[in-house]
């Protein structure tokens, strides 16, 4: 599966940015999707995931009941819902996509197919 990431941008501290990650394939029901983000001179860090059928989610600690994560697998895509950014939130965010049956991993190394990134920029 390919996919392509978008949606990023400069915000300030408290708005709202969301994130969208489009699959090409038939097949992309079979793939759990989590976004990942990396700041400069950090590594790559979990941000949320999402399962195949949408039924599990997960979150970093960091970002939980701030972001929110959702698929319509009938338009192959995941998007990732930002809310009340933070200066801290600025990073390249990267969606990726993991083959499974059930449920998420936080796991970088699982993931196979990676969309460019789309920076995330938020000012104080």
């Known amino acids: 599966v390919q996919l392509q990431a978008s949606g990023g941008g400069l915000v300030e501290a408290g708005d709202s940015l969301t994130l969208t990650c489009v699959a090409s394939?038939?097949?992309?029901?079979?793939?759990?999707v989590a976004w990942f983000r990396q700041a400069p001179g950090k590594g790559r860090e979990f941000v949320s995931g999402?399962?195949?059928?949408?039924?599990?989610?997960d979150y970093a600690v960091s970002v939980k009941d701030r972001f929110t994560i959702t698929r319509d697998n009938a338009k192959n895509s995941v998007r990732l819902q930002m809310d009340t950014l933070k200066v801290e939130d600025s990073a390249v965010y990267y969606c990726?996509?993991?083959?499974?049956?059930?449920?998420?991993?936080?796991?970088?190394?699982?993931?196979?197919?990676w969309g460019q990134g789309t920076q995330v920029t938020v000012s104080s």
């Open positions: 990726a996509a993991h083959r499974r049956s059930y449920g998420t991993s936080q796991d970088l190394s699982a993931y196979k197919s």
């Open positions: 394939g038939r097949t992309f029901h079979w793939y759990a």
């Open positions: 999402i399962s195949g059928d949408g039924s599990v989610t």
